[in-house]
């Protein structure tokens, strides 16, 4: 199948930035939507951002701005770059992946469901 091994969280002060990666491994499918999650214990799935097979994104609103996803296929590797971290954002992110669309390939489809995902990695802000 599919794995999906998160880095790169940790504690930030508020304002500042980090980019989290998630490394994916297994078999590859030829339609699939990866993206974000987060988690906190209020809420326990928030859509953050997607990409799709030929590379298209979709963020949140809550984060359009400040959040960018990418990814490196030669390093099969995804990305979130966080920027102008608050405390609203302080939660676990969880890295995802669907095979084809069944939810669509947007930031809310991780709403709905994924196939696959990873542990997650915790983001702390301080003010």
């Known amino acids: 199948q599919v794995q999906l091994a998160e880095s790169g969280g940790g504690s930030v002060q508020a304002g500042g930035s980090l980019r989290l990666s998630c490394l994916r491994s297994?078999?590859?499918?030829?339609?699939?939507?990866l993206g974000w999650f987060r988690q906190t214990p209020w809420k326990e799935r928030d859509g953050i951002a997607a990409?799709?097979?030929?590379?298209?994104?979709n963020v949140a609103d809550s984060v359009k701005g400040r959040f960018t996803i990418s990814q490196d296929k030669a390093k099969s590797t995804l990305y979130l770059q966080m920027n102008n971290l608050t405390s609203a954002d302080a939660a676990t992110y969880v890295c995802?992946?669907?095979?084809?669309?069944?939810?669509?390939?947007?930031?809310?489809?991780?709403?709905?469901?994924?196939?696959?995902r990873g542990k997650g990695t915790l983001v702390t802000v301080s003010s």
């Open positions: 995802a992946e669907t095979k084809g669309h069944p939810y669509g390939c947007d930031a809310g489809s991780w709403n709905y469901g994924f196939h696959f």
């Open positions: 297994g078999r590859t499918y030829s339609s699939g939507c």
């Open positions: 990409i799709d097979t030929d590379g298209n994104t």
